[in-house]
């Protein structure tokens, strides 16, 4: 294993030109949300192997129902303990009676079979474990998935965004076709993650002979001085509360396209900017714990909770209102120009 103290960490190069995606005109201007369908832990400890729960699954189906009401299909990236658990299977299963709903997978190596690896913030970074680890601990995920759901996961997000050089071929040797493991603008080297400064927003081809498309959570900047873009965003770390006092200020922030800890007013100007930019699939993501308070850093009591249902409510609003209409995943691999599962799902 690569020594974390003499790592930077992974750093994906920018695509080439000719590896972005160009949505045919059919497809439009569309989003797609990914839910990151996990165990709950306590985000503030150390990681550890036991000691998690799977209580606020129970609250997916209804969420489920909200986005239904609006037409929004959901990609559930679901972890090793969703998949093996009965009680979390059927909730999950509720939700994948919508035939626009479908599951993939989402690595947590610290509670993922084989546990071979010593438990560390590094090691949670399943792009830093040897190949064959990251391996076996992707073999064992996908199979958990199928036995669970009958359905071959295609999709897949690393835990903590926790992509290496290896993990692309492996998901493409075992059949993924689409990764959204890169934050876009957001870099994890402070403990051995990877970092994203250099990939944007658009959809690319990856991975060993372009067969992935990867899908960069979406996130730009906002405020006054947002074209100073990405370099003037870390340079603000090295001054004291630089980057709090240029956010307060309205002067520039950093925003991705999720209910936790991003404003919704702040998210509507990310959604305007990168529409105005030319963007033509915006990704959203959220954690499958926020949905019932107490179990994230986000929602932790029942208002904290209602402002996430009014986040979507007034972000849904918007993208309706701009005609961007939700796209499911199986829609998104065709427009793409990759084959959709046969009978799809």
Known sequence: MVDPASSHGYRPSPPAQADRIVWPPSFGTRFIVFVDTEEEFDWNAPLRRTGYGVSAIDALPASHRRFAERDVPLTLLVDYPIATDPRAIACVQEVLADPRCTVGAHLHPWVNPPSDEMVSAYTSYAGNLPQETEAAKLDVLTDAIEAAFAIRPRSYR??????????????????????????????????????????????????????????????????????????????????????????????????????????????????????????????????????????TPYVRDAEDLARFHHWWDRILEDLQRRGVAAASLDEVIAAAGLPAAPGGR
Request: with cysteine.
């Open 158 to 295: 690393a835990g903590r965004y926790g992509i290496g050089p290896a993990t692309l071929g492996l998901l493409a040797s075992r059949g993924y076709l689409v990764d959204s493991s890169m934050r876009s603008r957001y870099c994890y080297a402070a403990d051995g993650g990877p970092d994203f400064g250099a990939i944007d927003n658009n959809a690319f081809c990856t991975g060993p002979g372009g067969a992935v498309i990867e899908l960069p959570l979406t996130t730009t900047h906002i405020g006054l001085f947002r074209r100073g873009g990405e370099g003037l965003y870390r340079g603000l770390q090295r001054v004291p509360r630089g980057r709090g006092i240029f956010s307060r200020l309205g002067l520039l922030s950093r925003i991705a396209l999720t209910p936790e800890d991003m404003p919704v007013e702040a998210a509507l100007e990310a959604i305007a900017v990168v529409l105005g930019e030319g963007l033509r699939l915006l990704s959203f993501a959220f954690h499958s714990p926020s949905l019932k308070p107490g179990h």
